[in-house]
T-cell receptor, first 113, second 112 residues
Framework: DADVTQTPRNRITKTGKRIMLECSQT?????MYWYRQDPGLGLRLIYY???????NKGEISDGYSVSRQAQAKFSLSLESAIPNQTALYFC????????????FGPGTRLTVT | KNQVEQSPQSLIILEGKNCTLQ??????????LRWYKQDTGRGPVSLTI?????NTKSNGRYTATLDADTKQSSLHITASQLSDSASYIC???????????FGAGTTVTVRA
């Protein structure tokens, strides 16, 4: 969905490096989410934000941090990347009351060597 | 612990044939369920939503059913097309804490 963009789309980095994944949206939604997707597993929530001043941990937040710079921007950082953080990362937005209708970005494929 | 189980994990069908994907959930109390389609290399896109009171809902060639008593949902694809090749993800939300639970998905491959 072009309304939700992620950069970079692909990234290879080394163990111990700091890396930031960025997400921007033009949908005007207050709710933004970061997920990771691994083969054979469902999407798992890392962090979510209901507005600029509201940041919440998801089920797998260890090793990650986020920043909500504006309503339209939500960044995910890996302070010291490790190989088991190799995954496909998705950003999503929502304006539904229960957050069930989500609009996903195209994903960032991250490889940590 | 995954509260949403999808089956089969993958399937291959011939173009023009029908198929049915299953989603069993233990999320309780149940609120809503949504099916997403994820094309390779892209983010998931919503197909349809099922609420507690709905049994069947269609979106073109996609028909979703819900049995809230047995906690099962299915997604039926009619007259499959090559463009239906994708992963189909079942997502359930609890009315207790509004947390989303994602299934691992069923990968459908449609062959000519």
């Amino acid at each position: 969905d072009a309304d939700v963009t992620q950069t970079p789309r692909n990234r290879i980095t080394k163990t111990g490096k700091r890396i930031m994944l960025e997400c921007s949206q033009t949908k005007g939604h207050d709710r933004m989410y970061w997920y990771r997707q691994d083969p054979g597993l469902g999407l798992r929530l890392i962090y979510y934000s209901f507005d600029v001043k509201d940041i919440n941990k998801g089920e797998i937040s260890d090793g990650y941090s986020v920043s909500r710079q504006a309503q339209a921007k939500f960044s995910l950082s890996l302070e010291s990347a490790i190989p088991n953080q190799t995954a496909l990362y998705f950003c999503a937005t929502s304006d539904s009351w229960d957050g069930l209708e989500q609009y996903f970005g195209p994903g960032t494929r991250l490889t940590v060597t | 612990k995954n509260q949403v189980e999808q089956s089969p994990q993958s399937l291959i069908i011939l173009e023009g044939k029908n198929c049915t994907l299953q989603c069993n959930y233990t999320v309780s109390p149940f609120s809503n369920l949504r099916w997403y389609k994820q094309d390779t290399g892209r983010g998931p896109v919503s197909l349809t939503i099922m609420t507690f009171s709905e049994n069947t809902k269609s979106n073109g060639r996609y028909t979703a059913t819900l049995d809230a008593d047995t906690k099962q949902s299915s997604l039926h694809i009619t007259a499959s097309q090559l463009s239906d090749s994708a992963s189909y993800i079942c997502v359930v939300i609890s009315s207790n804490d509004y947390k989303l639970s994602f299934g691992a998905g069923t990968t459908v491959t449609v062959r000519a």
